[in-house]
């Protein structure tokens, strides 16, 4: 804009200088100034409807603090390189609701095509959403600035991992089988028989093929394996109980203390259920978590359940028992419960309350035991 102004202003003077004094000079200025501006915006013109932009995130989770790349490939068909290209990409936190629009530039050579790698900073955890706002493309000189109409609307989300806390935990028995022992020692193992379903995850390379549910495989068209189980009819539930949550700081204490529970379950070889009752629909959400990599789901979940607007926490009572007639769960069943007042309760046993403020010392104070 700034150019354009100047040259405006350029050719203003031009004109107006050779029509007081009558000077050709200066009339020729003028002249040659609407001549080179019409290629200019001709060839800015070509290059727009040549061009093909879109975004790519070649990482899906990021810890906090750390810069998330962002890809802008720009593919340019026309023999001329364009002008210098503005792309605007716009990223929302699913969390906290905060939107930032970050400007990026760069140009492409004739037939050719162009990476180019920029970084966002992931300030605070979340699911953070990244998509093309707007795209402007600017003439060999930067005079003209033209809207690229044509471009890649496609949203693509990152995960924004907190920091998470060792949180003690002891177990008085193996609740789990390792997927990936010897067959001879997985032959041992036994099934609980509580739907055909129950107690399967997708195929991993190195599985026994001793454990595929060849039947379900069938019915969903991918590889299923099954769950084997070390003598216990099911694995702990990890109940979140959703409430109103005042704060940016709060919020992501609240998200740091759930999923520090869960890696620190999962690193006591303790596989679980992450649940909570979605009110809109009625209904329980849960997510197994046998390893790390699968807290990403559950992360998504916590922003959901830290934006609801109630004033009181979901009832314990109630989403457990809407979970047992939905699972077919036991009175025998394992349950621990965590609400927005940072209470956690082990089956019907308050343990303790987390302080928020000091998360890290107030985690690790407190040994869970199963």
């Known amino acids: 804009m700034k150019r354009l102004a100047v040259y405006i202003i350029l050719v203003a003077a031009s004109i107006y200088i050779a029509l007081i004094y009558r000077n050709e000079a200066f009339l020729n200025i003028f002249y040659g100034s609407l001549v080179i501006i019409i290629p200019l915006a001709l060839l800015n013109i070509i290059n727009i409807c040549s061009m093909e932009i879109f975004i790519n995130l070649p990482q899906d989770v990021v810890q906090a603090g750390r810069k998330i790349p962002v890809e802008i490939i720009i593919n340019n068909r026309w023999l001329l390189p364009t002008g210098r290209i503005e792309t605007r990409i716009k990223s929302i936190n699913s969390y906290s609701g905060r939107k930032e629009v970050t400007k990026f530039y760069g140009s492409a050579g004739g037939h050719s095509s162009i990476v180019l790698k920029?970084?966002?900073?992931?300030?605070?955890?979340?699911?953070?959403?990244?998509?093309?706002?707007?795209?402007?493309?600017?003439?060999?000189?930067?005079i003209l600035k033209l809207p690229v109409l044509k471009y890649n609307k496609y949203k693509q989300s990152v995960v924004v991992m907190p920091e998470l806390y060792e949180v003690p935990v002891y177990k008085e028995n193996s609740l789990y089988g390792d997927v990936h022992e010897e067959e001879a020692l997985q032959d041992n193992f036994i099934e609980p028989d509580i739907g055909e379903s129950s107690g399967t995850r997708q195929y991993i390379p190195g599985d026994s093929f001793k454990n595929i549910h060849w039947k379900l495989s069938a019915k969903s068209g991918e590889l299923m394996t099954r769950q084997r189980y070390n003598g216990v009819l099911c694995i702990p539930v990890f109940f979140i109980c959703e409430g109103n949550i005042e704060g940016t700081n709060k919020k992501t204490s609240f998200i740091q203390a759930v999923l520090s529970i869960s890696s620190s379950l999962v690193f006591n070889a303790c596989p679980h259920y992450i649940c909570w009752y979605d009110r809109e629909k009625g209904d329980i959400i849960r997510y197994l978590v046998e390893q790390e990599k699968d807290l990403y789901k559950a992360m998504q979940g916590c922003t959901i359940i830290i934006q609801a607007k109630n004033n009181n926490d979901t009832d314990i009572n109630l989403i457990r028992n809407v979970y047992k007639d939905k699972y077919h769960g036991q009175e025998s069943d394992t349950y621990l419960a965590f609400n927005t007042n940072f209470e956690l309760f082990v089956n019907n046993s308050k343990i303790v309350q987390y302080n928020y403020k000091s998360l890290k010392e107030s985690l690790s104070s407190v040994e869970i035991q199963l």
Do not use: M, Q
Request: hydrophobic share 30%; net charge positive.
């Open 118 to 142: 920029c970084y966002y900073l992931a300030k605070k955890p979340g699911n953070i959403e990244f998509s093309i706002k707007r795209i402007w493309s600017c003439d060999y000189l930067g």
